[in-house]
């Protein structure tokens, strides 16, 4: 059974930093592309960032490039989401994801996490 357990969601005021954590198990995590995907309040899903799992190429929405990093340790089956100078339109649920085509689909995934709650405000 696939499992993708999220944490490291917090409140965090505006301009901090917050490190999420994903661990992956039920399948080959260092063969799987993998990305995280967030749903802000009242709104749906969006990509924000994939890792490869050959050569860990990192892809980023516009709007966290240069303050988000994505990174993957695959010793431990874990992806990570490095956040830093966070906004409040950062807040949202963010969720580890394998997306279903590969690190280039940003639409379609095989399976999601339940979910961290990020949450920036002061």
């Known amino acids: 059974e696939v499992q993708l357990v999220e944490s490291g969601g917090a409140l965090v005021q505006p301009g901090g930093p917050l490190r999420l954590s994903c661990v992956a198990s039920?399948?080959?995590?260092?063969?799987?592309?993998m990305a995280w995907y967030r749903q802000p309040p009242g709104e749906g899903l969006e990509w924000v960032s994939g890792i490869s799992s050959v050569g860990s190429r990192m892809y980023y929405e516009d709007s966290v490039k240069g303050r988000f990093t994505i990174s993957r340790d695959d010793a431990k089956n874990t992806l990570f989401l490095e956040m830093i100078s966070l906004k409040t339109e950062d807040t949202g649920i963010y969720y580890c994801v394998v997306p279903r085509w590969g690190v280039g689909d940003r639409n379609e995934y095989r399976h999601r996490g339940r979910g961290t709650q990020v949450t920036v405000s002061s």
């Open positions: 039920g399948f080959k995590f260092n063969e799987a592309d």
